[in-house]
């Protein structure tokens, strides 16, 4: 072990990591990790880098620039990319290198990873980001326009803490952990420009992120979605169908993918997705117990693609994960684990090519609120039918059940839940499909296309798809939300006319899940999903500034006839 490591970057700002070296002669390739959360404490997902290092790597953890040891001033995204690349060529050249640097890490590690290999370091053979999103504006800071405030606010909070302890600031730290402890009472607090007032200071980024409340300049300078063309190394893949990044992992998969079928000398791709959430990543997700195999196999998946993807990586080791099942970490480019099936498949493309679009249409007699409605889903096309109609009342938001936040579910809503709490009340619309004869396995992406109108002039649509178990118990697979104004673009919002009827077409997400013979899938259409988004006040006014008494009630409704014909697509093995 070596402690506190310098690595001086371009600028001149010292960075500091430990070391993890094998008792061996040989030269051995580097395994490095950057990240903002303390070199120093371990990783909760990942082995320990002593783990690694037992199996002939030079492992190298590194403070970000500004976190724990590491000098100068965080600030998130900014300076990752060329930091990582200066890190790359220190790692290459420490003593006993053979000069062939990996990297790993997930979330905000994840991430880093992949604006590096867009820099091209040449010393960087191959990375392995978890859990990281394609862009840190959609999918990251907000979904369709709205704010994920229930990761944002909770992340923050916990960013700040480092800053405060160096500046010996005991009052903002004592308030700061304070508000860690009763986490919902500052998800309730409005306007969101005012939550963090009293430590501003040490998260001066929280604000500029409300500001930038669109996909602008400040996003593209940082996103990763707008540097594919330049990620030439192998790059394995990984994530969870309930991790709040799931859709960014599988699209950076997905485009890098292509651009390797076109051009092999690019690298290998390799998808990996289990069932878990952001962390832990175990079989237990929210009320679910997904079995033994959904256990967390990524330590062995990551040495198997080592072997494969880095050269002069160690040829002895120990075979297969901790469970004794090698199937995520085979040659396969894809290894999904199915929900429900409870067991991990493996595809040579994602979406699978033989998986079918199929087409359900909402219906009702014009009351599909709640669980004892009369809404129902088939794939007949709607005639003329009545609209439904409810109440969205900001003040009186429907609460997050479980979903796909982050990033821990003591703080913010994350697994598989049931949702008949919620589908109880009448602000949620609901439509469920009969029970089907024959088992059916959902395995790609899930599209909604929503015909609704708003007596507001902005407003939100969220939309959940559960599978409904034989017991009655509706727990959740997929779920987004999509504020109006951004219908048609992230770029260029765009106010609702009152009482017109418009198309939103979003995409609900990823999936791959068994639904049994006798199961029903169900999708609620409802306004709000709070604290995992934050509660729209039907306004339009300046994004942040509209606190409880600017909150105004709507009266949305949403058409499923033959000139609106509401649906959701769903993606269907034969």
Same mark, same amino acid.
């Given at each position: 072990?070596?402690?506190? %490591?310098?690595?001086?970057?371009?600028?001149?700002?010292?960075?500091?990591?430990?070391?993890?070296?094998?008792?061996?002669?040989?030269?051995?390739?580097?395994?490095?990790? !950057?990240? &903002?959360?303390?070199?120093?404490?371990?990783?909760?997902?990942?082995?320990?880098?002593?783990?690694?290092?037992?199996?002939?790597?030079?492992?190298?953890?590194?403070?970000?620039?500004? !976190?724990?040891?590491?000098?100068?001033?965080?600030?998130?995204?900014?300076?990752?990319?060329?930091?990582?690349?200066?890190?790359?060529?220190?790692?290459?050249?420490?003593?006993?290198?053979?000069?062939?640097?990996?990297?790993?890490?997930?979330?905000?590690?994840?991430?880093?990873?992949?604006?590096?290999?867009?820099?091209?370091?040449?010393?960087?053979?191959?990375?392995?980001?978890?859990?990281?999103?394609?862009?840190?504006?959609?999918?990251?800071?907000?979904?369709?326009?709205?704010?994920?405030?229930?990761?944002?606010?909770? @992340?923050?909070?916990?960013?700040?803490?480092?800053?405060?302890?160096?500046?010996?600031?005991?009052?903002? +730290?004592?308030?700061?952990?304070? %508000?860690?402890?009763?986490?919902?009472?500052?998800?309730?607090?409005? &306007?969101?420009?005012?939550?963090?007032?009293?430590?501003?200071?040490?998260?001066?980024?929280?604000?500029?992120?409300?500001? *930038?409340? !669109?996909?602008? =300049?400040?996003?593209?300078?940082?996103?990763?979605?707008?540097?594919?063309?330049?990620?030439?190394?192998?790059?394995? *893949?990984?994530?969870? @169908?309930?991790?709040?990044?799931?859709?960014?992992?599988?699209? /950076?998969?997905?485009?890098?993918? =292509?651009?390797?079928?076109?051009? &092999?000398?690019?690298? !290998?791709?390799?998808?990996?997705?289990?069932?878990?959430?952001?962390?832990?990543?175990?079989?237990?997700?929210?009320?679910?117990?997904?079995?033994?195999?959904?256990?967390?196999?990524?330590?062995?998946?990551? +040495?198997? @693609?080592?072997?494969?993807?880095?050269?002069?990586?160690?040829?002895?080791?120990?075979?297969? #994960?901790? #469970?004794?099942?090698?199937?995520?970490?085979?040659?396969?480019?894809?290894?999904?684990?199915?929900?429900?099936?409870?067991?991990?498949?493996?595809?040579?493309?994602?979406?699978?090519?033989?998986?079918?679009?199929?087409?359900?249409?909402?219906?009702? /007699?014009?009351?599909? #609120?709640?669980?004892?409605?009369?809404?129902?889903?088939?794939?007949?096309?709607?005639? =003329?039918?009545?609209?439904?109609?409810?109440?969205?009342?900001?003040?009186?938001?429907?609460?997050?059940?479980?979903?796909?936040?982050?990033?821990?579910?003591?703080?913010?809503?994350?697994?598989?839940?049931?949702?008949?709490?919620?589908?109880?009340?009448?602000?949620?619309?609901?439509?469920?499909?009969?029970?089907?004869?024959?088992?059916?396995?959902?395995?790609?992406?899930?599209?909604?296309?929503?015909?609704?109108?708003?007596?507001?002039?902005?407003?939100?649509?969220?939309?959940?798809?559960?599978?409904?178990?034989?017991?009655?118990?509706?727990? #959740?697979?997929?779920?987004?939300?999509?504020?109006?104004?951004?219908?048609?673009?992230?770029?260029?919002?765009?106010?609702?006319?009152?009482?017109?009827?418009?198309?939103?077409?979003?995409?609900?997400?990823?999936?791959?899940?068994?639904?049994?013979?006798?199961?029903?899938?169900?999708?609620?259409?409802?306004?709000? /999903?709070?604290?995992?988004?934050?509660?729209?006040?039907?306004?339009?006014?300046?994004?942040?500034?509209?606190?409880?008494?600017?909150?105004?009630?709507?009266?949305?409704?949403?058409? *499923?006839?033959?000139?609106?014909?509401?649906?959701?697509?769903?993606?269907? +093995? &034969?």
């Amino acid at each position: 072990m070596e402690y506190d %490591v310098p690595a001086r970057m371009r600028d001149g700002v010292v960075l500091y990591a430990d070391v993890y070296k094998p008792v061996t002669s040989e030269r051995c390739p580097i395994l490095l990790m !950057r990240t &903002p959360y303390d070199k120093g404490t371990g990783q909760r997902v990942y082995r320990s880098p002593a783990w690694y290092a037992r199996y002939g790597y030079i492992v190298a953890v590194q403070d970000c620039r500004g !976190r724990y040891k590491s000098e100068g001033d965080f600030y998130p995204y900014i300076n990752e990319e060329f930091d990582t690349f200066d890190t790359v060529d220190w790692a290459s050249k420490l003593a006993g290198s053979n000069g062939s640097v990996a990297m790993f890490g997930m979330s905000y590690p994840g991430a880093l990873q992949l604006l590096a290999a867009a820099s091209q370091p040449p010393a960087l053979k191959t990375i392995i980001p978890a859990m990281a999103s394609s862009d840190y504006f959609d999918g990251w800071t907000y979904e369709n326009g709205a704010f994920c405030q229930a990761f944002i606010q909770s @992340w923050v909070a916990y960013l700040a803490q480092d800053k405060m302890i160096k500046a010996n600031d005991s009052a903002a +730290l004592a308030k700061i952990t304070d %508000v860690q402890w009763q986490i919902n009472k500052l998800f309730a607090q409005a &306007p969101l420009s005012e939550t963090f007032n009293e430590c501003a200071k040490y998260l001066p980024y929280y604000s500029d992120w409300l500001e *930038h409340d !669109r996909y602008d =300049d400040y996003w593209k300078a940082v996103a990763i979605k707008e540097r594919y063309d330049r990620i030439m190394l192998p790059v394995l *893949h990984v994530t969870g @169908w309930y991790d709040s990044f799931a859709s960014g992992a599988i699209d /950076n998969f997905i485009a890098l993918n =292509d651009l390797y079928k076109k051009d &092999p000398a690019r690298g !290998r791709q390799k998808l990996i997705v289990g069932p878990w959430y952001h962390l832990p990543w175990q079989q237990q997700v929210g009320s679910t117990d997904f079995g033994d195999g959904a256990a967390n196999i990524i330590d062995a998946a990551q +040495l198997d @693609w080592l072997q494969m993807n880095l050269p002069g990586a160690p040829s002895q080791r120990q075979r297969g #994960n901790q #469970n004794g099942d090698d199937t995520a970490g085979g040659e396969a480019p894809v290894s999904v684990f199915v929900l429900f099936k409870d067991r991990w498949e493996s595809f040579s493309d994602w979406p699978p090519l033989q998986a079918e679009a199929r087409r359900y249409y909402l219906h009702s /007699n014009g009351s599909a #609120n709640s669980l004892h409605g009369d809404g129902y889903l088939s794939e007949q096309k709607p005639d =003329d039918e009545p609209w439904d109609t409810y109440i969205y009342t900001p003040l009186d938001a429907l609460p997050s059940l479980g979903g796909h936040s982050c990033c821990f579910e003591a703080v913010a809503p994350m697994g598989a839940q049931d949702q008949r709490a919620n589908e109880y009340r009448n602000d949620v619309l609901v439509y469920s499909t009969a029970a089907f004869e024959n088992d059916l396995t959902l395995m790609g992406q899930i599209s909604i296309s929503l015909y609704a109108a708003s007596t507001a002039c902005d407003t939100d649509f969220t939309a959940l798809l559960s599978v409904v178990q034989t017991c009655g118990r509706s727990l #959740n697979l997929a779920n987004t939300i999509i504020r109006a104004a951004y219908r048609n673009s992230l770029s260029c919002p765009e106010p609702l006319v009152a009482d017109e009827v418009y198309e939103y077409r979003f995409r609900l997400g990823w999936i791959a899940a068994y639904i049994k013979a006798g199961q029903r899938l169900r999708l609620d259409i409802s306004s709000s /999903n709070f604290p995992h988004y934050d509660r729209h006040s039907n306004q339009t006014k300046k994004f942040g500034d509209d606190g409880p008494f600017k909150a105004k009630v709507a009266r949305q409704t949403i058409f *499923h006839d033959a000139r609106y014909p509401s649906s959701i697509s769903l993606p269907v +093995l &034969p």
